[in-house]
Nanobody, 124 residues
Framework: HVQLVESGGGSVQAGGSLTLTCSAS????????MGWFRQAPGKEREEVAR???????RYADAVQGRFTASRDNDKNILYLQMSALKYEDTAMYYC???????????????????WGQGTQVTVS
């Protein structure tokens, strides 16, 4: 069973940078699409960025130009470089993964996809 573990969260001042890391316990076809979601208090979880195993990326409008998703397929690691952080970026950040043809089915992804436990990012 593949496990995802996030790290790298923390507290940072507005305008600062952080890099999140998501490590998968083993190689799996379920890592075909990997990405980041976030959930702020009182808000629904939202997609932040995704990247497939070919390196094709997609970003939410709110983070376009400030966040960069990348992955190391050999090490089974997903990264999220965050810069020019804003107060509204404060949230719990979650790593997710699945086959790409399932990734857009958020109901399926939430129930049957791979998820990490989350890492908190606080921007003040």
């Amino acid at each position: 069973h593949v496990q995802l573990v996030e790290s790298g969260g923390g507290s940072v001042q507005a305008g600062g940078s952080l890099t999140l890391t998501c490590s998968a316990s083993q190689k799996s076809v379920s890592l075909q699409c990997m990405g980041w979601f976030r959930q702020a208090p009182g808000k629904e979880r939202e997609e932040v960025a995704r990247i497939d195993d070919y390196g094709r990326r997609r970003y939410a409008d709110a983070v376009q130009g400030r966040f960069t998703a990348s992955r190391d397929n050999d090490k089974n690691i997903l990264y999220l470089q965050m810069s020019a952080l804003k107060y509204e970026d404060t949230a719990m950040y979650y790593c997710a993964a699945s086959l790409c043809h399932k990734y857009d089915d958020y109901v399926w992804l939430e129930k049957l996809g791979l998820w990490g436990q989350g890492t908190q990012v606080t921007v003040s």
